[in-house]
Structures are given as structure tokens and as C-alpha cells.
């Protein structure tokens, strides 16, 4: 997986188990891309922030200082989708 793809489907996964911090699928999803960040890629995230339209992500591998950006809305799309869905909103 490249790393800008799991990247974003880190924060896309981050902002779920944030939200629903008892859903156990999104916090075992989450933690499976944390890891596949930091084995794989080498990635320790430094901070995550929102920017007009963006999502900022401030991360270093080995030792270098990177940023990726993210339209706010592409990343909050697989939160909404769940929220929409009735089958994923009975109490976890």
C-alpha cells in the first residue's frame, strides 16, 4: 500500500473511532492502519489539523519532517456513510 493511501485511510478511520469511540471494528481498523504506518512506512505522526478545506497531516519518516493534505470531505465521507446507515447506528 502506498503511503499516501494509508495515510488517508488512517484519517479516515481516525476520524470514525474518534467519533464512535465504542465501536470496536473502527478502533481494531484504526489501530491495524496505525501499525501498517509505522511498520511499513516507517511514519510517526506529529499532529493532525483542519485548514479551510483540508485536512493536514504532519508526520515524519526516519527523521524527515513531511505533510500530506486531505480534502476535508473525501476523509469525513466513510464517517457520514456510517452515520447514514441504520444498521451501524444501534448501540455497539
Same mark, same amino acid.
Given at each position: 500500500?502506498? /503511503?499516501?493511501d494509508? /495515510?488517508?485511510?488512517? /484519517? *479516515? %478511520?481516525?476520524?470514525?473511532?474518534?467519533e464512535?469511540p #465504542?465501536?470496536?471494528?473502527?478502533?481494531?481498523t484504526f &489501530?491495524f492502519? *496505525? &501499525? !501498517? /504506518?509505522?511498520?511499513?512506512?516507517?511514519?510517526? !505522526?506529529?499532529?493532525?489539523? %483542519?485548514?479551510?478545506?483540508? @485536512? !493536514?497531516?504532519?508526520f515524519?519518516? #526516519?527523521g524527515?519532517e513531511?505533510?500530506e493534505?486531505f480534502f476535508?470531505?473525501?476523509?469525513d465521507?466513510? @464517517?457520514?456513510? !456510517?452515520?447514514?446507515e441504520?444498521?451501524?447506528?444501534?448501540e455497539?
Open positions: 500500500m502506498k /503511503l499516501v494509508a /495515510l488517508s485511510n488512517w /484519517l *479516515s %478511520i481516525k476520524k470514525v473511532h474518534e464512535r #465504542n465501536d470496536l471494528a473502527a478502533e481494531d &489501530e492502519f *496505525s &501499525e !501498517i /504506518l509505522k511498520e511499513d512506512h516507517q511514519v510517526k !505522526i506529529q499532529s493532525v489539523s %483542519i485548514q479551510g478545506p483540508f @485536512y !493536514i497531516v504532519l515524519e519518516v #526516519n524527515v513531511r505533510t493534505r476535508v470531505d473525501a476523509v465521507a466513510l @464517517y457520514e456513510g !456510517i452515520q447514514n441504520p444498521r451501524f447506528n444501534e455497539c
